[in-house]
């Protein structure tokens, strides 16, 4: 399956454009190909001679040559026309996957750290000392020092909601799930708007109704910036 934070970039003019008007219908599509291909595997443009020869025929390769959008390497290869004048570097996109991983592990783990803050819903159903009758079963999971067990009441026994300790060992599993739920929904969001032509301000007041988090709202419309393509027109020039 592709990456979900992959894409090219593509000017609506892009099919009235010198170099691609005159391609053929199967070297036009092979040139979108050629595209998306190098985004989704970070290539910088550049595609080796066995992708190059396998994946198009040989009248759309040379088309694509001949209108100067595809140039021959020595290896045998072919580097596409100012690829990243138009489309984001491997570097880029990694440097984006980063931030979003750090943001996502900061935002779960702040979620999980106030889910275990919360008190006990009710109080234990039962006290912390029993009778001696109870004490022989109690015993071998809480030892009792000479003294208690005189009276019967268990040494050092934790609470019995452990969040009354601050921490709450379901809430800290569950802080992968929580992280990635959050990358999934910001990553849907800067998607979603980023086919839209809104501005800033639209992004802040949905993003508001979407997240709960002032934080994750910031975050959304930061990302939704990025994967703007009217910021980069990957039409000034193809010469």
């Not at 090219?8 to 595209?35: C, T, Y």
């Not at 025929?57 to 140039?71: F, H, Q, Y």
Request: include cysteine.
């Amino acid at each position: 399956m592709a990456a979900s934070d992959t894409f090219i970039r593509l000017h609506d003019g892009m099919p009235d454009h010198p170099k691609v008007d005159g391609l053929s219908d199967a070297a036009f599509r092979a040139l979108v190909e050629v595209w998306c291909w190098c985004s989704r595997h970070l290539t910088d443009g550049q595609v080796p001679k066995a992708t190059w020869e396998k994946r198009w025929t040989a009248k759309a390769r040379r088309d694509l040559i001949e209108a100067g959008l595809a140039e021959p390497q020595g290896d045998g290869g072919v580097a596409m026309h100012d690829y990243l004048e138009h489309q984001r570097s491997a570097e880029e996109v990694e440097a984006l996957r980063q931030q979003r991983r750090d943001a996502g592990r900061a935002g779960g783990l702040a979620k999980a750290r106030r889910g275990a803050s919360k008190p006990p819903s009710k109080p234990p159903s039962e006290p912390l000392s029993k009778s001696l009758q109870d004490t022989d079963t109690e015993e071998r999971e809480f030892p009792l020092t000479p003294t208690a067990a005189a009276v019967g009441e268990p040494v050092d026994k934790p609470p019995a909601n452990s969040r009354a300790h601050g921490t709450n060992p379901r809430s800290l599993r569950d802080a992968d799930c929580i992280i990635a739920k959050r990358e999934h929904d910001l990553a849907t969001f800067a998607r979603h708007w980023s086919c839209y032509d809104v501005d800033p301000e639209t992004i802040e007041a949905q993003a508001a109704q979407v997240f709960d988090d002032p934080a994750d709202r910031i975050l959304a419309a930061q990302m939704w910036a990025d994967t703007r393509s009217s910021d980069r027109n990957p039409m000034k020039e193809m010469m």
